[in-house]
Each structure stands twice: as structure tokens, then as C-alpha cells.
């Protein structure tokens, strides 16, 4: 007899073996009707799944994200069948569920069309109003590899034969229609609903291997309503708008080669905005007793092998020999090398913590097909710091930090920040204790914030516990940005140590830090959250002067001589051009102010300024111009 144990605490006892159905109808008719699968244990199964023992249950409805996953998994399998309706001699690969949405990898000789995914869509809404009851089967290994391989579908067979032998064979089918899967899946095509879409269509290699046959990769997003997707639909119209690559192009910021792929070619305007977001950042960790220092982007591979990265991290380095045989790494991070400089000289419990800044350039071998403008690059700049502590200290370094982070995303305009707390993974160095430890430590520091967290089991960094500070931008997108990670190993693979007050040496604990993660990616953020029209302060051009006409040109280097020597970006444009076709130019190119100036400004002493999406304009006295401006160009520094 079952003993049901529900999230609330309350028991439901049953006289015989069960299922999800059943359970929902006893809470209530209106979970019944909602429900799309059922959590067992922690463990997602079928609504159908029978259950002759004790157990904690959860009834899982679309409102949940485990609900939702299954909605796009679900519309994943209902993107084959449709597909293999229409084209019958297609192969289906995997259709896994992804962030917003799913896809599905088939094998066609003839490559899908636009008109093609309309034609699938209408198909997929058909199978969703016949309503195909959803069954699941085990078969035995052999039988399935037999079976998908007699109907043509290689790749199925291929992917049975991997799946470890402790594992079931797990087959659903819609309908006639069947796919192996480990499921949970919904209790029938109708439970899917309409709010779904085709998006488009790209190449992926089989398993994801160059050496392996090019498959056709359909996307889709779903949701649980026609208002969620067109919001969705809306969302992705406006981030093609905001794309940091067209925008950067148009501001004239940085470009990409093939003859350095993942490497950023920086102009003038897009370094100037690098070097600003640099110098705020000093200011700001100045304040609070970071000391800045630089480390070696070449080291021995023997450093890179006692620190644990040439194990853990090697296929990601970049590697050069030497004619006298030395293998050196391009550092893919800066730690080791922080390490070397604490290292240098004694030092006592007096000098801690102590806090070390780098901007240190480092290198990550990405695969090509990963590159993605700012967003995903193979050389980079972190904003790091290695914070060196006591054990007493942890919480509170944690803390300032945390509390340095916010604040600094606050300036840069991300007021809505989630943390993530990351725990031990499966494969990582040093002792049980010392994790424990340093877990505990992190998790107190993160509950003294009183801010909301999630915590992702197991997703901890190889050496230790970590928060990451996820930003959500102007369009709803979360972006994973900066970390803090607690770590007690690595300090004393690399021999670290300091003089503690009782005499006897002591490991330090290392705090790892980045603000931005990536001065690159952060950057890319930044202009997709603007949509190009940056905070003044951090605005590259922030202004240019422009005549009205050629005889008012040295009026306009007067005034551009003006704005130079109060420290505004500014540039003059003297060129024989219509006025209106300069100012389309330079609200393109996203500079916040035009200043205009003609006979009346001129006779006046004044200038006309422009700002950047407004029509109306504004005259003022040259000094009250230029103090107005200059009050908006400074650091957002308490």
C-alpha cells in the first residue's frame, strides 16, 4: 500500500499500486486537468508511471519549468513525426530541448526550405488537434537496434548501441510514430498546444564531429501560450536590432579576421570605450584596497601541470615549443601566475587579506563553429583579482565583494541580478574536508546577502565552490557575468603560505573574482542592452561639432578645442557634406550629442545641441554648454 508524501507534508495513503492520473484527481480536478507529468522522488516519470511503494511525489503542470521543458521536448518529437509524414525517406538523429525552445538533427538528401518549415508547422498543428495518445515501451537492446536499423534509421541504431549497458531502452510513440527516448513525455500531442514556431535551419555534424556527415538542424521555440510566444517572437526581433556585431560595425568599434579567428581587431572608438571600462574598474577596486599587478601570458607547462589545469583544462591551451624543448602554455587563465607573485617575499596574517587586480589577457581554444562576435571569443581580458585570506575571513571577503559587484552593476545600469551557487563536481582535486569547508563558507556569505539565489548541484569549478551573477538586460535576457569562487586547493598545490600568529605557516585560502568575466563579452552586453546608445560617460564619441556651413569652421574648432580640454571625446566634422546627411551619419553611428553651430551661434556665442533621438534641440551659451556636458561625463564613483 503507498504512502504518498506531497511537497506541503500532507500524506495520501492508496490500497494498491497508482499513478500520476490517479494522485492529481485525488488533490483536485483542476491539477488533474493541468497536470503533464509527475516527480517521484526527485525523479521526473510519466503521468502513467506506476508507483507500489512510499514516495515523494510532486505533480508537475505547465506553470512549472520542468513543465515547460516537457512541452518543448514534446514539440521536439512532434517536429519528426512531421517531418517524416512530409518527407518519408528523412532519418531522424537527436531533438533535444534548449534554452527557449528545441531543435531536431535529420539526415535529407535534399536540403530544407523556409516554405518547407511553413509546411512542417501547419503538420505539427495537425498532429497536436488529432490528439495521438503518448505510450511508453522498454525494449531489449538488440530487438531496437535490429528494428531501427530494418526501417532505415542508422543513426538511432548507432545511438543504442552507446547507451550504457545498465541503462533501459526507453521507445515513446505518438501515435503510430515512435523514438527512442529516456522521456518524461506528455500524456498526449494535444496537451502540447499551438504557441510554438519553426525559426530556422542550419548544418550540424553528426555527434557534433567535422569527420561526420552534415545533418539539417530545424529550430523551434514553444510555450505554454500564444502571448509567451509572441513575446518571445518580440524579444527576438528586438536583440536582432540590438546585435552588438551590426552595432559595432556601425559605430565603428572592432572587427573580426580569419587570419586570428576569436581574436578582436579593437578601433580607436571601440578601445577608447575598453580603456574606460578599465579605468572605472580601477577606481573602483582602488577604493576598497585592490593592488594591481601583471603576470607573464607565457608559462612553463611545468607550473600549468602542478597547478591541475594541464589536466583538467590541456585540450583548451594553446601551446608553443621552443627550439630548446620547453613547452609553454599561453595562459588560459591568471591564477597560477597571481599565485607567484603572492609567493614572492614573506608575508604574515598582518598583510591579509590581501587583494590582487589583473587585467590579464588570456587564450581558451574555442571550436570555430562556437565563435560568436564579443560574446564568444578565444582571447580575452578578465578583470580578475585573487583575493588571499585566513579561514575567519571568508565570509566577510565574500561579502565585500558581492556587495562591490552589485554596486558596480548598479553604475552600469543591471539593477535585476540572480546568484547562482555552485557546489562540488564530480571531478575536482583536493580533500572532502576542505570542499565541506569551503562550501559552508561561501553558502553563509551568499545568506547574509538576503538576496535570492539557485543553487545548480555539482557545477562548482574544478578547484571550488562558486556564486556566479547572472544579469537580466533591457530585453528580458539573462547574461552569466561574474564570479566569486572559494578556493582552498590551489594555494597549496602552488605552495603558497603565510606566517600565522601563533609562528607556524599556514595555507591561505584564495578567493577568485571577476566582475565582468570577460572585458570582451561584457562589452558586447553592454551595447545589446543599450542598443548602441551608451550611458555619456562611457560613450567613445560623445560628441561631434558640426558648421552649418564652411565660413563657420573655425568657430567649430574653437569649440571642439573647448570640449578636448574639459575631457570630452570629441571630434569636428569639416567635410563638404549636407548637414542633414552628417547628422543621419552620426545618430547611426549612436554619438549621444551634435553640437551645430552658424551665423547665430556664432554672433551669440552659443551652440545648438542635438541629442540622440530627439527631434527638438536646444541653444545654449558655449561654458554652460560644455559644464552641462562635462557633469555627465564622469565616473558613477561614490
Partial sequence: MPDIKLPDGKKISFSKTIDGFEIAKKISKSLAKDACA?????????????????????????????????????????????????????????????????YYDFSRKEPFTKEDLKKIEKKMVEIVDRNELTKREVWKRNEAIDHFNQIGEKYKAEIIKDIPANEEISIYHHGKWHDLCKGPHLPSTGKIGKAFK?????????????KNEMLQRIYGTCWRTKKELDDYLLRLEEAEKRDHRKLGKEMDLFHFREESPGAVFWHDKGWTLFQTLINYMRAKQKNVGYKEINTPELLDKSLWEKSGHWEKFGEHMFISETPDEKVFAIKPMNCPGCIQVFNKGLKSYRDLPLKMSEFGKVHRYEPSGALHGLLRVRAFTQDDAHIFCTEEQIT????????????????????????????????????????????????????????????NSGEGAFYGPKIEFVLRDAIGRDWQCGTLQVDLNLPSRLEASYISKDGSKKVPVMLHRALFGSLERFIGILIEHYAGKLPLWLTPLQVVVIPIASEFDSYAKKIYQQCLKAGINTEVDLKNQKINYK????SLSKVPLILICGEKEVNNKTITIRKLGLEKQETLPVDEAINQISKKNKFPIN
Avoid at 547628422?583 to 552620426?586: K, Q
Fill in 198 to 210: 519553426l525559426t530556422k535551419i542550419s548544418g550540424a555534424y553528426w555527434r557534433g564531429d567535422s
Fill in 396 to 455: 566577510e571577503e565574500c561579502i565585500n565583494v558581492t556587495n562591490l559587484i552589485l554596486d558596480i552593476y548598479k553604475d552600469l545600469g543591471f539593477e535585476n541580478v540572480i546568484l547562482k551557487y555552485s557546489d562540488r563536481p564530480k571531478e575536482r582535486v583536493g580533500d572532502d574536508k576542505i570542499w565541506d569547508k569551503s562550501e559552508a563558507s561561501l553558502l553563509e556569505a551568499i545568506k547574509k546577502t538576503k538576496l535570492k539565489y539557485i543553487i
Fill in 38 to 102: 509527475i516527480s517521484i522522488d526527485g525523479e521526473l516519470k510519466d503521468l502513467s508511471y506506476p508507483i507500489s511503494k512510499e514516495a515523494q511525489v510532486k505533480i508537475i503542470t505547465i506553470k512549472d519549468e520542468e513543465g515547460l521543458e516537457i512541452i518543448r521536448h514534446d514539440a521536439a518529437h512532434i517536429l519528426a513525426m512531421s517531418v517524416q509524414e512530409l518527407f518519408p525517406k528523412t532519418q531522424v538523429t537527436i531533438g533535444p530541448v534548449i534554452q527557449d525552445g528545441f
Fill in 583 to 586: 547628422i543621419r551619419e552620426y
